[in-house]
């Protein structure tokens, strides 16, 4: 069983940062991706930023570009997602979740692994 823990959520004012952190258990698969996903209240899973096990490929979402960046430590079988330049819009509950890299992968069905999630509040 693969068990994926977040942490590093908080209350910031905007234009703040915070850096959340994604520690895995074990990686099931010979490709794994890791990505986290933000959801808030009334709205579908979106997908924020993806990074592979191998090679260490990223992907962004657009309203992320230039202000999050997704690294991983594998020696720490951990993901960090660094977010910068916080606005009020990025507030959601965000979750790490794990799959094979294949595939979308923004799309949350993709997933096979998800954490609890850490709630972000960023204030105008």
């Known amino acids: 069983q693969v068990r994926l823990v977040e942490s590093g959520g908080g209350s910031v004012h905007a234009g703040g940062s915070l850096r959340l952190s994604c520690a895995a258990s074990k990686f099931p698969y010979a490709s794994t991706r890791i990505t986290w996903f933000r959801q808030v209240p009334g709205k579908e899973r979106e997908g924020v930023a993806t990074?592979?096990?191998?090679?260490?490929?990223?992907q962004y979402a657009q309203y992320v570009m230039g202000r999050f960046t997704i690294s991983k430590d594998n020696a720490k079988s951990t993901v960090y997602l660094q977010m910068n330049s916080l606005k009020p819009e990025d507030t959601a509950m965000y979750y790490c979740a794990l799959s094979r890299d294949v595939g979308t992968w923004s799309l949350a069905p993709n997933y096979d692994y998800w954490g609890r999630g850490t709630q972000v509040t960023v204030s105008s």
């Open positions: 990074i592979s096990n191998s090679g260490g490929r990223v």
